[in-house]
Nanobody, 129 residues
Framework: QVAESGGGLVQAGASLNLSCTAS????????MGWFRQGPGKEREGVSC????????HYEDSVKGRFHISRDRAKNTLYLQMTSLKPEDTAKYYC????????????????????????WGQGTQVTVSS
């Protein structure tokens, strides 16, 4: 399982760092990433990192503002969020998928949350204007 932390309430323009710690499995070999779901919206992929080489991928609306990284020694995934906007308000979920290549790599991971097998409970991020 994975567990997120680091959400909170911030003002527009602020930064926030999310963490996701895996337990019961090693993150090596798993593609991992972050999804978010705003009120009344579908769950959408935000960013992911490839299984082997930690190549990052980002949804267009967060490019240049969010940075994903992984610490294999700590079995932890991070999402650094800067220049936050009110439209970033959502519950953020950490996710992991063993069969990252089979599901279509980063596109398969980010574009369809149903491809992803391991989920956290989510952490709320609220950005006020």
């Amino acid at each position: 399982q994975v567990a997120e932390s680091g959400g909170g309430l911030v003002q527009a323009g602020a930064s926030l760092n999310l963490s996701c710690t895996a337990s019961g499995f090693a993150v090596d070999g798993f593609g991992m990433g972050w999804f978010r779901q705003g009120p009344g919206k579908e769950r959408e992929g935000v960013s992911c990192i490839s299984a082997t080489y930690d190549i990052p991928h980002y949804e267009d609306s967060v490019k240049g503002r969010f940075h994903i990284s992984r610490d294999r020694a700590k079995n932890t995934l991070y999402l650094q969020m800067t220049s936050l906007k009110p439209e970033d308000t959502a519950k953020y979920y950490c996710a992991a998928e063993r069969n990252f290549v089979t599901i279509g790599g980063p596109e398969g991971f980010i574009r369809d949350y149903r491809n992803v097998g391991v989920w956290g409970q989510g952490t709320q991020v609220t950005v006020s204007s």
